[in-house]
Antibody
Framework: QITLKESGPTLVKPTQTLKLTCAFS??????????VGWIRQPPGKALEWLAL???????HSNPSLQTRLTITKDTSKNQVVLTMTNMDPVDTATYYC??????????????WGQGTLVTVSS | QSALTQPASVSGSPGQSITISCTGT?????????VSWYQQHPGKAPKLIIH???IRPSGVSSRFSGSKSGNTASLTISGLQAEDEADYYC??????????FGSGTKVTV
């Protein structure tokens, strides 16, 4: 059974760096085809794709946020970490991590974490 | 990259069919058959209901179906039920190897 869970600070100050961890079970990021992505959703607004990392360490991120985002994986710990620099109040959102559906084109996400709400405020 | 365009809201009566459109560009929706649809109930994580335009994951009702023409994809919900009331988001793979979500549609039954 695949599960994912996000963790990190619930409150960050403007200009600070956010570090979120996605701890998962039921799959390995060393298996061919596996990928884990991050998606966020501001309160009452739409989903926004942030980044995705694959089993072979290939990674892609939203071009609008690319300079602020870093995604890494720790295969031995079954974790994916997302770092976002220079946080601003507009970055207040629920942040989700999700598992990429295997053997599917276009990187759909079939399993999602419960999400973690991050508020940016001084 | 700009969000894909969806109608803000669609409504229908129980038993009816509704269609939600998702309009992009030749760099995303029109480029590949890699459009996904997600259903999200309030306070819950999104649920994948369609991928690769027309494929339903195991366990998803056959009342959900997808299609695409040019730069516009569509999700049809037939035999509308009260439990279908939720937000729906499309997503597309892009020629830059990124993903883009739609603006979201609130379905009211």
């Amino acid at each position: 059974q695949i599960t994912l869970k996000e963790s990190g600070p619930t409150l960050v100050k403007p200009t600070q760096t956010l570090k979120l961890t996605c701890a998962f079970s039921g799959f390995s990021l060393s298996t061919s085809g596996v990928g884990v992505g991050w998606i966020r959703q501001p309160p009452g607004k739409a989903l926004e794709w942030l980044a995705l990392i694959y089993w072979d360490d290939d990674k892609h991120s939203n071009p609008s946020l690319q300079t602020r985002l870093t995604i890494t994986k720790d295969t031995s710990k079954n974790q994916v970490v997302l770092t976002m620099t220079n946080m601003d109040p507009v970055d207040t959102a629920t942040y989700y991590c999700a598992h990429r559906l295997l053997r599917a084109g276009g990187d759909p996400f079939d399993y999602w974490g419960q999400g973690t709400l991050v508020t940016v405020s001084s | 990259q700009s969000a894909l365009t969806q109608p803000a809201s669609v409504s229908g009566s129980p038993g009816q069919s509704i269609t939600i459109s998702c309009t992009g560009t030749s760099s995303d929706v029109g480029a590949y058959n890699y459009v996904s649809w997600y259903q999200q109930h309030p306070g819950k994580a999104p649920k994948l209901i369609i991928h690769e335009v027309i494929i339903r994951p195991s366990g998803v009702s056959s009342r959900f179906s997808g299609s695409k023409s040019g730069n516009t994809a569509s999700l049809t919900i037939s035999g509308l039920q009260a439990e279908d009331e939720a937000d729906y988001y499309c997503s597309s793979y892009t020629t830059s190897r990124t993903l883009v979500f739609g603006s979201g549609t609130k379905v009211t039954v």
